[in-house]
């Protein structure tokens, strides 16, 4: 590597908020949203259709409220006239519009939550998180034009983790066996969700600045070729941490995310086939060993490999979405038409967390789950292509893995519907209820939208300074 | 172009990312296969689950299809209680072992639980299916019809009256069932009818006399005589006997009973036949023991067993309703065919032994003789019908040749002799159709100790182009000849009588 004889300047500057206001259209942008916004009205006046018989919208207020929301968000960055991605805003919201069709049409008591005296069930819930998440996405998007803040305290970003990990060991309540939630007072959240940002901001940081080490020198261990050991070091680390998720949490989800997403950059930044290998064997076997110490994760595995042994106890949740995808068939039964209820209850209890993907499969059918995993594609899709379009390593790496979390994540729960893996409890990213998934999701695409800046400011030079003589160092001793 | 791309010379990372997006695009399309395998490959099964939540829901909302009698009077239908959810009203008790029952508290039996998908309205052709969901009514009730006669049917039940035992009349060349009685019945609406569900439910369960037991088709009894028409079967059938074939050991044998390895069969016929040496025809007519001993053991085990295996024995007869396998032999012996010793397979050739069967089964040998040696499928579903998808019509099927034609016709013409023959007459009273050769034979099945035996009769009629088979099994009620076999007169009777 070589570095430019003359750095400008090593004192970081300072991230502009305002700059000079150039507005500049995004037609392709408008013309998706529009699309979307047709594509909603067309779910919403079938779903009112069905339910009351009506040929107009189910509930105008929250499809009007929430277009509105994407056209605000649209026009923001019009006249911010940055030139970022015009497909992102467009596909998520799109996602989020089929998340509000589905609360929407879900028992609305579902979920009830008292907000300052009035209280607000599912769709009323959901869509105000939307319009939260909406807002986060843009202004990150619209703001973030140095990425500084980000690379400089990687470690720091870590060690809040870190911390939000350890106060959800520690603090954090059980619901189902599963130590997710943090409460803080009225508002709970789910701090993995955010700690799956943090960990794409430490990786990218720590892989771009050891990339070419990682890459070029070689440790022989007998036949293998493998990069310096020192470096594998975090990757003991990760593989203790999702075990330690695991552990604690009893969220193989979570494990399975955090994992994936380490290997997948991991071989984007290395190349190195064999790490992925490596990494894959101890996952497993590290998971082998959990499932035979902890009886949740060995139900779980039991359930998922025959849930119909016990189609009305143990694996009643399994069973029932996988019904729910057969009566769907290939064009679905139409939204509304759905997920009869049996005693006013959903046949399954948790639809609007963890099996959105049934209910949508049964209403939209295998036509309505292709083009639905298709969306998450083009996310993916976006991210990747910005990843590699990106000025430096680190922005590439940065886009990457934050693509490949929305990507990893909803694999992990769509395999979970459909028994391709055991079920576990993370979400389905832009459609399933919830607040702290939405707004980890919502910094995910404001962060790539910042990225895909053409015209963001270049990046740092690289530094061929203290925080990697550091790691010698610790690593050394 | 981006800015400050060149700022560093670095490998660029397009290329490992591009092998990751190929290996999330693999897995996303894994997705997208399970769907496919679920909703479409897996879907006709789960959908018709009874586990399923749109069948739970759809049994307490959707009025079910009707159940109708060849005639098309309706065996069950609906009415709606007080919170508007539908439950079902049974027309006769006589049909509770056939039709069944449908309530939500304690699930289904018999045809409301055979054909409960279609009763409900959810299994259909796919295409009717993917049409169905544009209207507004995605539930298609179908209505099924029975060939059961109701007329056959009561008067079968009221010809059981009070006693336990079975009657299964078909059509032996269509398989048709007409009717299939089991007594005691029991009232199929007091366990529909919510109301009264839980008490009807709890007596029926604590009743010694088993109502809920569909007897013709689950009871496996000991045959007794009524099996020496399937020994016959095996004995023509494998060519080790023909229909003149006599055995030297008789007549003596019949004085002090025929010796097989230390045990004495005897027979109670000699005053009648004297010094005859006795060929099929005549050891039918008097239901020789000793006869259909020594046939069996000149057919083996093995093709005893064979030939009853093609007749439907060995496992449960398909049909419309649970069925019950019938036995030659529990199996467990070293002998060709599982038989332990020849004992066992004598004592079988003339249904005793470890020999257990149910009545339609009986019911099956009877109509295979009736049908030139054809099984025909018995068959109590004749046709699926709705307002929707018009109506299916399920066809007979065979299945497969058990004897030729003339080995069928020589046993006929035993079976007419057991009833009509000089002696058969006065063996078999009452079996005989007026005006109409009648073929059958009746059984006294002896069950050890002081019991009473069983009472059997099979048998068919017009037996030179017959129209009807019958068994009749009545539990304990004593001599085939003297109670099975008048009822199963009355019943072809009453059957020859009424239709064309």
Redesign the interface.
């Known amino acids: 590597?070589?570095?430019?004889a003359a750095a400008p300047s090593r004192t970081p500057a300072l991230p502009r908020l305002i700059g000079p206001i150039r507005p500049r259209p995004r037609w392709v942008e408008l013309r998706l949203l529009l699309l979307v916004a047709a594509a909603l009205a067309v779910g919403s006046i079938s779903l009112n259709a069905t339910v009351n018989?009506e040929f107009r919208l189910y509930d105008v207020q929250g499809i009007v409220i929430y277009v509105a929301g994407l056209l605000v968000a649209h026009l923001a960055q019009v006249l911010a006239g940055r030139r970022t991605d015009q497909i992102l805003l467009p596909t998520a919201g799109m996602l989020g519009g089929i998340s509000l069709l589905l609360m929407e049409r879900l028992p609305q008591d579902l979920v009830t939550q008292s907000f300052f005296g009035t209280t607000l069930t599912l769709a009323e819930v959901q869509l105000l998180w939307l319009l939260i998440a909406l807002g986060i996405a843009t202004t990150i998007g619209i703001v973030v034009r140095s990425d500084s803040w980000l690379r400089r305290y990687k470690y720091t970003w870590a060690a809040a983790g870190v911390a939000l990990l350890l106060l959800t060991f520690v603090f954090g309540t059980e619901v189902n066996g599963q130590r997710l939630t943090l409460d803080l007072g009225p508002i709970s959240g789910q701090p993995s969700e955010l700690l799956k940002v943090i960990l794409v901001v430490f990786l990218a940081g720590y892989l771009s600045e050891n990339?070419a080490l990682l890459?070029e020198q070689d440790t022989r261990v007998g036949p293998l070729r493998l990069p310096p050991l020192p470096y594998l070091a975090p990757m003991v680390v990760m593989w203790a941490i999702a075990l330690g998720i695991v552990v604690v949490q009893r969220d193989l989800g979570a494990a399975l995310l955090f994992f994936g997403v380490f290997l997948?950059m991991l071989?984007?930044?290395?190349?190195r086939f064999s790490l992925v290998i490596i990494g894959l064997i101890l996952f497993v076997l590290g998971s082998a060993l959990m499932a035979t110490l902890f009886a949740t994760i060995r139900t779980r595995v039991d359930i998922w490999l025959d849930p119909f042994s016990d189609?009305?106890g143990a694996g009643y949740q399994v069973?029932?979405a996988?019904?729910?995808?057969?009566?769907?068939?290939?064009?679905?039964?139409?939204l509304g038409?759905g997920?009869?209820?049996?005693g006013g209850r959903p046949?399954i209890p948790a639809v609007h967390t963890d099996f959105p993907l049934a209910a949508l499969?049964e209403e939209l059918?295998?036509l309505g789950?292709?083009a639905i995993?298709g969306l998450?594609?083009v996310v993916?899709?976006r991210g990747?292509r910005i990843?590699?379009?990106?000025?430096?390593?680190f922005r590439?790496?940065l886009a990457?893995g934050l693509a490949?979390v929305i990507?990893?994540q909803a694999?992990t729960i769509?395999?979970g519907n459909?028994?391709?893996l055991p079920l576990t409890g993370v979400t389905l990213p832009f459609i399933s209820y919830g607040g702290s998934s939405l707004l980890a999701n919502a910094v995910i695409i404001g962060l790539l939208l910042a990225l895909s800046d053409?015209?963001?400011e270049?990046?740092p030079?690289?530094r061929v300074g203290s925080s990697r003589r550091w790691f010698r160092r610790g690593a050394a001793r | 172009m981006?800015?400050?791309?060149g700022?560093?010379?670095?490998?660029?990372?397009?290329?490992?990312?591009?092998?990751?997006?190929i290996?999330?695009?693999v897995?996303?399309a894994?997705?997208?296969g399970?769907?496919?395998y679920?909703?479409?490959v897996?879907?006709p099964?789960?959908?018709t689950?009874p586990?399923?939540?749109?069948v739970?829901?759809?049994a307490r909302t959707v009025p079910r299809g009707a159940i109708k009698d060849r005639d098309g009077n309706v065996l069950a239908s609906n009415k709606k209680d007080k919170n508007g959810e539908s439950y079902r009203v049974y027309a006769n008790r006589a049909f509770s072992q056939v039709v069944g029952y449908a309530s939500n508290i304690y699930g289904r039996a018999g045809i409301e639980l055979a054909y409960d998908a279609e009763l409900t309205g959810l299994a259909s052709d796919?295409v009717a299916?993917?049409l169905a969901?544009f209207g507004?009514d995605?539930f298609d009730p179908k209505d099924v019809t029975l060939s059961l006669s109701s007329d056959l049917q009561k008067a079968a039940v009221a010809a059981l009256g009070k006693r336990k035992g079975a009657v299964v009349m078909l059509d032996p060349r269509t398989g048709e069932v007409l009717a299939l009685a089991s007594t005691p019945t029991y009232d199929a609406s007091a366990i529909a009818n919510p109301d009264t569900a839980r008490d009807a439910f709890a007596a029926l369960q604590d009743d010694p006399a088993q109502p809920l037991l569909p007897r013709a088709t689950l009871g496996r009894y000991v045959p007794g005589s009524v099996f020496k028409i399937v020994t016959a079967i095996a004995g023509l059938g494998s060519g080790a006997i023909t229909p003149a074939t006599t055995y030297k050991q008789q007549p003596a044998a019949e004085k002090t009973g025929l010796l097989v390895q230390g045990f004495r069969i005897r027979d109670g016929h000699h005053p009648e036949t004297g010094s005859t040496p006795l060929d099929l025809v005549h050891a039918t007519e008097v239901s020789c023991n000793i006869y259909y001993a020594l046939t069996g053991l000149g057919t083996g085990g093995k093709a005893l067993v064979d030939y009853a295996a093609r007749l439907g024995f060995g496992q449960p007869l398909p049909f419309d309703l649970p069925t019950a396998a019938s036995q030659v032999t529990n199996g467990g012996g070293s002998q060709p065919g599982g038989f332990t010793d020849d004992v066992e397979l004598a004592n079988a050739a003339y249904g005793q032994a470890e020999t257990f069967v149910t009545p339609l089964q009986m019911a099956l040998v009877a109509a295979t003789v009736a049908n030139d040696g054809e099984l025909i499928q018995p068959r109590l579903v004749t046709a699926l019908s709705s307002d929707r998808t018009g109506t299916r019509t399920v066809g007979p099927s065979s299945m497969g040749r058990v004897i030729s034609p003339a080995a069928a016709s020589s046993i006929t013409d035993a079976m007419v002799q057991a009833v009509e023959g000089p002696l058969g007459r006065q063996f078999t009273t009452g079996a005989k159709v007026p005006g109409v050769t009648t073929a059958g034979k009746s059984g006294t099945a002896e069950l050890g100790g002081t019991g009473e035996p069983h009472s059997w009769f099979i048998g068919f009629a017009p037996a030179e182009s017959p129209r009807v088979a019958i068994a009749v099994l009545v539990e304990q009620a004593g001599r085939g000849a003297e109670v099975a076999a008048p009822i199963a007169g009355d019943l072809m009777a009453r059957y020859l009588s009424s239709g064309p």
């Open positions: 590597m070589t570095a430019p018989g990339r890459v997948a071989y984007v930044a290395t190349g189609p009305l069973v029932q996988l019904h729910a995808f057969a009566r769907g068939g290939l064009l679905g039964v139409g038409a997920l009869p209820e049996i046949p499969g059918g295998l789950v292709v995993l998450f594609l993916v899709e990747m990843g590699a379009a990106a000025a430096d390593d590439s790496l990457v490949l990507g990893i694999f769509a395999a459909l028994k391709v053409k015209g963001v270049p990046p030079p690289p | 981006m800015l400050g791309g700022a560093t010379a670095r490998k660029p990372i397009g290329r490992t990312t591009f092998h990751v997006a290996v999330l695009s897995c996303f894994l997705l997208a399970a769907v496919g679920w909703s479409v897996e879907a099964g789960l959908v689950s586990n399923d939540a749109a739970i829901n759809a796919p299916d993917a969901k507004a995605r």
